[in-house]
């Protein structure tokens, strides 16, 4: 116990004094999800598998609505899209007061075949 | 004439990780009579369990912070017993790891909090320093370091890369020499052992009648322990349980720190025995019938009944948590004892109380 | 489930565990389902790493026997499934985890609604 003591007085402390030094983070951490609106289809399937209900579609105004302060970065929306129009990023969110819906525009079907030709 | 004192031990104390009130009397210092109350954490889980059955993993993790792997594997164990599949055999070798993974944590971090309840709190930090390897580890694995998402129905949502492999190797050598020399500073102890040994004992026949489970039965010379039913990879492992006399405080401790090895023992010989497959596979089913499920998490037996009536809504979920049954010793351990080893031996069952009051 | 062993009163419920006590038995839980008219109770002793589950159907009204002389941590089990269905069992007092002012009310049969309550999400 003594010569542990004494070692422990030449190392430095094993904290880290976030936000002023950062951690290294693995490529695959859960931070937030990205909706790519080019491919979205407003199909329903991310919004019945939702755990939190964090997501709803909006079919007559062409909009996604969701909500960051809900999401738990479960990652089950990613792997039901059938077009591959979500993703889970490694940048972790940022704190704020807001807690209301964020509304997502979705492009409608004949500008995106406009675009394409 | 004596006089009796009743002391309140409350929900708020500094020794308790987790609210309980426990109602002391004491003559002379002793304790002669204890009553407790619990229900200060309860959220209604199993009236909101009662939903989509893909959904309720996630809930089911969300029940206990230190033990929350293990909730979703048993959970997903009775769902597939009732539709009739099994995991594919390299999802089980994961599970395997990540159960054992969160015993480590669960035991370093109850260690932790032992010494701090004794006076010892250069035991605490050295011990959850050793603890962020456990973490680190978690968070390459599975992206969080507690409530993972790792399971789903048939298997594993995330695999484990050569890369990942190679990491959990040395994480675990590191980890392996911080804790020899942190036992041997902790059993050689003057003061540990002068608070510890001979307080609190549970005989061997009050563990059988009061069907006390986990670490706590086995320190009392019950060999009990549910790993041998052989479930998930454990068929395919080699290793028998521990089992200690004595059934004082000081061997509730010395069994914890003995199954950190095991643990670390058993992370290594399923790196070494699984081979390359797939991991999960992925379809919708219809779960009508039940079935009974039970594993062994850090801290004893959890059981699980589903019952299904053929929607994806379930109609009936059941959980029956460790320290729900290991709660009623209290009345036994506690008797005769001086007031200032109270707190050192209620937590020493190590209890979990959003286990508990769900 | 395997193992499944139906009785149909009583005394035969107490007979049986009797027996499986004595053959070195401990009592894992202790459960309730609602089937609408009746309430099943489900009693499921582990001998030796094998599960045997009791089944007995009791009506809602009239009072139910405690098995807390046969075995001895039974009596948590017994004031849960007092509480979250109302059924009244011998000698036990009924109150474990509800807070005081939600007392009697049920929660877990399936006539009892349960209102939701957001808090500005």
Request: net charge neutral.
């Given at each position: 116990m003594l010569k542990y003591t004494i070692k422990n007085i030449f190392k430095k402390p094993s904290t880290v004094k976030y936000p002023y030094e950062k951690r290294d983070t693995p490529d695959?951490?859960?931070g937030q999800i990205v909706i790519?609106?080019?491919?979205?289809?407003?199909?329903h399937f991310c919004e019945m598998q939702c755990a939190a209900n964090a997501i709803e579609i909006d079919k007559e105004n062409n909009a996604i609505k969701y909500k960051i302060m809900k999401?738990?970065?479960?990652g089950e929306c990613v792997d039901e899209c059938p077009t591959e129009a979500m993703k889970i990023v490694p940048q972790p969110r940022k704190s704020g007061y807001d807690k209301s819906w964020k509304i997502i525009k979705v492009p409608r079907l004949e500008e995106k075949l406009e675009r394409k030709v | 004439m004596q006089i009796t004192t009743t002391v309140p031990f409350g929900p708020?104390?500094?020794?308790?990780?987790e609210p309980v009130h426990v109602k002391c009397e004491l003559e002379e210092e002793k304790v002669v009579s204890v009553s407790f109350e619990v229900?200060?954490?309860?959220?209604g889980m199993e009236k909101a369990l009662e939903t989509d059955y893909m959904k309720g993993i996630y809930l089911s993790e969300r029940i206990c912070g230190i033990c929350s792997n293990i909730h979703t594997t048993t959970y997903v164990n009775a769902i597939e017993k009732i539709i009739g599949i099994e995991a594919h055999k390299r999802a089980k070798y994961i599970r395997t790891i990540m159960a054992e993974l969160e015993r480590l944590h669960s035991h370093l971090l109850w260690l932790g909090h032992a010494g701090e309840a004794v006076g010892f709190e250069n035991l605490f930090m050295r011990l959850w320093d050793a603890r962020e390897i456990v973490m680190d580890t978690l968070e390459f694995i599975s992206?969080?370091?507690?409530?993972?998402?790792?399971?789903?129905i048939g298997g594993v949502r995330r695999d484990i890369t050569p890369k990942k492999e190679k990491m959990i190797e040395d994480h675990m050598n590191r980890l392996e020499e911080k804790m020899i020399e942190i036992k041997r500073d902790m059993l050689t102890d003057y003061l540990l052992k002068r608070r510890t040994a001979g307080v609190g004992v549970l005989k061997k026949e009050d563990a059988v009648r009061l069907g006390t489970v986990g670490p706590n039965a086995r320190a009392s010379g019950v060999p009990w322990d549910l790993r041998m039913t052989r479930y998930e990879a454990y068929e395919y492992i080699n290793f028998r349980p521990i089992v200690l006399e004595g059934g004082d405080n000081l061997s509730r401790v010395i069994i914890r720190v003995e199954e950190s090895f095991q643990a670390i023992d058993i992370i290594r010989q399923c790196l070494n025995q699984m081979t390359p497959g797939r991991t999960w596979y992925r379809y919708r089913h219809e779960v009508s019938g039940e079935a009974v499920a039970r594993t062994e998490p850090p801290r004893g037996e959890l059981f699980y009944y589903i019952k299904g009536?053929?929607?994806?809504?379930?109609?009936r979920v059941k959980i029956r948590t460790p320290t729900f049954m290991n709660l009623m010793t209290l009345p036994t351990i506690l008797?005769?004892?001086?007031?200032?080893d109270v707190p050192i031996t209620i937590l020493s069952i190590d209890p979990c109380f959003s286990c508990t009051d769900r | 489930m395997k193992n499944d062993i139906k009785v149909t009163d009583t005394q035969d419920l107490i007979s049986r565990l009797r027996e499986l006590a004595s053959k070195g038995g401990r009592l894992s839980a202790i459960t309730g389902v609602d089937l609408g008219e009746r309430i099943e109770v489900i009693y499921s002793v582990d001998v030796a790493y094998t599960l045997y589950n009791v089944r007995i159907e009791i009506d809602l009204e009239g009072e139910h026997v405690s098995v807390n002389d046969i075995f001895a941590n039974a009596w948590m089990p017994e004031n849960e499934l007092s509480e979250m269905f109302g059924v009244k069992i011998q000698?036990?007092?009924?109150?474990?985890?509800?807070a005081p002012e939600d007392e009697?009310?049920?929660?877990?049969?399936?006539?009892t609604r349960i209102e939701v309550l957001r808090g500005g999400f």
């Amino acid at each position: 116990m003594l010569k542990y003591t004494i070692k422990n007085i030449f190392k430095k402390p094993s904290t880290v004094k976030y936000p002023y030094e950062k951690r290294d983070t693995p490529d695959d951490f859960r931070g937030q999800i990205v909706i790519d609106v080019d491919k979205c289809t407003l199909c329903h399937f991310c919004e019945m598998q939702c755990a939190a209900n964090a997501i709803e579609i909006d079919k007559e105004n062409n909009a996604i609505k969701y909500k960051i302060m809900k999401c738990i970065a479960c990652g089950e929306c990613v792997d039901e899209c059938p077009t591959e129009a979500m993703k889970i990023v490694p940048q972790p969110r940022k704190s704020g007061y807001d807690k209301s819906w964020k509304i997502i525009k979705v492009p409608r079907l004949e500008e995106k075949l406009e675009r394409k030709v | 004439m004596q006089i009796t004192t009743t002391v309140p031990f409350g929900p708020q104390h500094p020794i308790l990780p987790e609210p309980v009130h426990v109602k002391c009397e004491l003559e002379e210092e002793k304790v002669v009579s204890v009553s407790f109350e619990v229900g200060y954490a309860h959220r209604g889980m199993e009236k909101a369990l009662e939903t989509d059955y893909m959904k309720g993993i996630y809930l089911s993790e969300r029940i206990c912070g230190i033990c929350s792997n293990i909730h979703t594997t048993t959970y997903v164990n009775a769902i597939e017993k009732i539709i009739g599949i099994e995991a594919h055999k390299r999802a089980k070798y994961i599970r395997t790891i990540m159960a054992e993974l969160e015993r480590l944590h669960s035991h370093l971090l109850w260690l932790g909090h032992a010494g701090e309840a004794v006076g010892f709190e250069n035991l605490f930090m050295r011990l959850w320093d050793a603890r962020e390897i456990v973490m680190d580890t978690l968070e390459f694995i599975s992206g969080n370091r507690v409530q993972y998402a790792m399971n789903t129905i048939g298997g594993v949502r995330r695999d484990i890369t050569p890369k990942k492999e190679k990491m959990i190797e040395d994480h675990m050598n590191r980890l392996e020499e911080k804790m020899i020399e942190i036992k041997r500073d902790m059993l050689t102890d003057y003061l540990l052992k002068r608070r510890t040994a001979g307080v609190g004992v549970l005989k061997k026949e009050d563990a059988v009648r009061l069907g006390t489970v986990g670490p706590n039965a086995r320190a009392s010379g019950v060999p009990w322990d549910l790993r041998m039913t052989r479930y998930e990879a454990y068929e395919y492992i080699n290793f028998r349980p521990i089992v200690l006399e004595g059934g004082d405080n000081l061997s509730r401790v010395i069994i914890r720190v003995e199954e950190s090895f095991q643990a670390i023992d058993i992370i290594r010989q399923c790196l070494n025995q699984m081979t390359p497959g797939r991991t999960w596979y992925r379809y919708r089913h219809e779960v009508s019938g039940e079935a009974v499920a039970r594993t062994e998490p850090p801290r004893g037996e959890l059981f699980y009944y589903i019952k299904g009536n053929g929607t994806n809504v379930l109609e009936r979920v059941k959980i029956r948590t460790p320290t729900f049954m290991n709660l009623m010793t209290l009345p036994t351990i506690l008797m005769g004892l001086q007031f200032a080893d109270v707190p050192i031996t209620i937590l020493s069952i190590d209890p979990c109380f959003s286990c508990t009051d769900r | 489930m395997k193992n499944d062993i139906k009785v149909t009163d009583t005394q035969d419920l107490i007979s049986r565990l009797r027996e499986l006590a004595s053959k070195g038995g401990r009592l894992s839980a202790i459960t309730g389902v609602d089937l609408g008219e009746r309430i099943e109770v489900i009693y499921s002793v582990d001998v030796a790493y094998t599960l045997y589950n009791v089944r007995i159907e009791i009506d809602l009204e009239g009072e139910h026997v405690s098995v807390n002389d046969i075995f001895a941590n039974a009596w948590m089990p017994e004031n849960e499934l007092s509480e979250m269905f109302g059924v009244k069992i011998q000698g036990v007092a009924g109150r474990l985890l509800l807070a005081p002012e939600d007392e009697g009310k049920a929660p877990l049969r399936k006539a009892t609604r349960i209102e939701v309550l957001r808090g500005g999400f």
